[in-house]
């Protein structure tokens, strides 16, 4: 197999596409040496002292883990003195963070999951990372908070370091979805799958189910839909999938097909699903369209969606395109 490398895919893609410039290709490379570090930190364990609470709490209230904090750290610490960004946010943290005024600053904002699915790190399931690229508007001095409210389809490049058994990036330029797979040995990412697609026929679905009873009636009637199989009106058997991760299963959805969904339910009309927009729904429908699949948040298009604040959350549900047509379809019907 002929090797090719992130560093040399990248070059060959501003050189025949323009879709990036040097400065967005040396961001990648920032964040995909960040994501190696993530996941060297990982594979540590309890060896390296990595695992359980570090007993605080981030701006969504949520008990953060030591990975949560490492992984933020490793990320912010990478990308502020390598002046390609004008500002980072994080949903770790409460507000954005701007690059110190000893470093240069560059044209990017990047928005972060440090560590998405924390609730896996202590039984040793996959978790990842995942990344969003905005412009930042043009002549300001500081980015503000207002500067990062900007729809998904404006993004330029998203993509997630999934740590499982093996340690894969997954990238967006605007031009396709490549897998590069991380060698331990040689310390390099190596392109392992070109121009992903997701198939269209599909037989999967992920959902957490203990939720049914909250859900909306559009979702039930869906996945109720599902559940009756050969016997009910979608004629076929399905499987069911939830790793409580959305880096994992979307992975997997890109590679074999099907649909993820986080919808907004009864319970907490001020928290439309769980997911977070700018961190979250964004870079993996960004992903998910480019790989030929959907992303909606049942009404419209994700990345069609205006932010109104940082910490948004959204429902979500994405992959296969017949699919989340349909589910889709419910909502309106
Ligand atoms: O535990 P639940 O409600 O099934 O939620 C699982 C979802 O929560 C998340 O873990 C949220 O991510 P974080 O770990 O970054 O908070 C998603 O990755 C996943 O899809
Ligand atoms: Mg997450
Ligand atoms: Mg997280």
């Not at 025949?16 to 410039?21: D, K, P």
């Not at 996941?39 to 883990?65: C, F, M, P, W």
């Not at 699915?117 to 500081?142: C, Q, Y």
Request: proline share 5%; net charge negative; hydrophobic share 40%.
């Amino acid at each position: 197999m002929k090797r090719v490398s992130l560093t040399q895919y990248l070059v060959e893609e501003q050189r025949l596409h323009q879709n990036i410039n040097a400065e967005l290709r040396l961001l990648i490379e920032v964040v995909a040496r960040a994501c190696k570090r993530i996941s060297y930190s990982v594979s540590k364990g309890a060896l390296g002292e990595v695992l359980g609470s570090a007993d605080t709490e981030n701006i969504q209230g949520e008990v953060q883990k030591k990975l949560d904090v490492i992984s933020n750290e490793i990320l912010l610490e990478a990308n502020e003195w390598g002046g390609h960004l004008a500002a980072m946010a994080s949903e770790e943290m409460e507000t954005i963070r701007q690059i110190p005024s000893r470093y240069p600053k560059g044209e990017f904002l990047l928005l972060f999951d440090p560590l998405d699915g924390s609730s896996n790190i202590d039984v040793n399931v996959s978790i990842g990372t995942i990344f969003s690229v905005l412009k930042a508007p043009e002549g300001m001095a500081e980015p503000t908070e207002q500067d990062f409210l900007q729809p998904g389809v404006q993004q330029v490049a998203a993509g997630y370091a999934v740590y499982g058994p093996q340690t894969m990036l997954v990238l967006t330029t605007g031009n396709g979805v490549q897998c590069f797979t991380l060698d331990r040995e040689m310390g390099s990412w190596v392109l392992t799958q070109s121009d992903m697609q997701i198939p269209e026929t599909t037989k999967e679905f992920a959902i957490n189910m203990s939720n049914k009873r909250h859900w909306h009636a559009p979702v039930q009637r869906y996945v109720d839909e599902m559940l009756l199989g050969s016997t009910g009106p979608r004629g076929k058997d399905f499987n069911m999938r939830w790793i409580a991760s959305m880096v994992a299963d979307v992975h997997r959805i890109l590679n074999r097909g099907g649909i993820f969904m986080y919808p907004a339910d009864m319970r907490d009309p001020s928290q439309p699903g769980k997911l977070r927009l700018m961190y979250e729904a964004n870079p993996m429908a960004m992903i998910v369209e480019q790989a030929g699949g959907a992303a909606t948040d049942g009404v419209g298009r994700i990345m069609d969606i205006q932010p109104a604040k940082l910490h948004q959350r959204v429902p979500v549900f994405l992959g296969s395109k017949s699919e989340v047509e349909l589910v889709t379809r419910y909502h309106a019907e």
